[in-house]
């Protein structure tokens, strides 16, 4: 499954390449809201909450409010998480919050578990180098996406897997990686990363992984 990507900075929609440098930049919410509303569910993330400088909440209000969205960024709290299924999102993505001084924080993923429906939680896998990078992907780890999913699947349905190193560059997502953490756990997973052709879509989705797409459908190389 196709599943587009709405990023949020400083009151626009953005798409970035790696996480750093902008490339693209809407304004038009309203065209992208109506382009997405044929797909189940479209990924919301606030990177602005992601690196603390901020939030787009009135954005997210707007958009949840007319897509089914699976939603991501700054969310480091169960109240936070409550807060954003209560306004209509349909799961939230959790990531830095899974790490704290530089290591996985079960009690955290427990407590999650604990306050929201397993259902509801995604756990992200966000990997530059093979590591983990948090805040943003700005800070970069010792932990790998292997030790993740280890330590704390038993506390959630989904992980997103995101291939930080090919992230906007429109040149495919590296799939004996993807192979790997597919073969790493049970869970659901969804991925994202570079994905441009439609054949990389529906040769994920031949082995039960979903496939998170931006760059390539705001470029119009996939027609969404």
């Not at 902008?22 to 919301?44: A, G, T």
């Not at 936070?80 to 993923?109: D, F, H, M």
């Not at 180098?129 to 790998?144: M, N, Q, S, Y």
Request: with cysteine.
């Amino acid at each position: 499954m196709l599943i587009p990507s709405i990023d949020l900075m400083g009151g626009k929609i953005v798409q970035l390449v790696q996480g750093e440098k902008k490339k693209l930049e809407f304004d038009n919410f309203d065209y992208w809201i109506e382009r997405f509303s044929k797909y189940p569910i479209v990924q919301l993330i606030d990177l602005d909450a992601a690196r603390g400088a901020g939030n787009n909440r009135q954005l997210v209000k707007h958009i949840v409010g007319q897509l089914n969205c699976q939603v991501g960024g700054g969310i480091r709290s169960p109240e936070t998480a409550e807060e954003l299924l209560n306004l209509g999102a349909r799961k939230v993505i959790i990531g830095s919050a899974l790490l704290t001084e530089g290591r996985v924080n079960r009690e955290y993923a427990r407590a999650l578990a604990d306050a929201i429906p397993k259902a509801a939680l995604m756990f992200a896998l966000d990997s530059r180098r093979g590591r983990v990078a948090i805040d943003g992907w700005r800070t970069e780890t010792a932990v790998t996406a292997f030790d993740l999913i280890r330590e704390l699947e038993v506390f959630c349905e989904t992980f997103l897997y995101t291939h930080i190193d090919t992230e906007g560059l429109m040149g495919g997502i590296p799939m004996e990686t993807v192979h790997a953490i597919r073969r790493a756990t049970t869970r659901h997973l969804v991925v994202a990363g570079g994905i441009t052709e439609q054949h990389e879509i529906d040769s994920l989705d031949a082995i039960g992984i979903d496939a998170v797409v931006g760059m390539a459908l705001y470029a119009g190389k996939i027609w969404g």
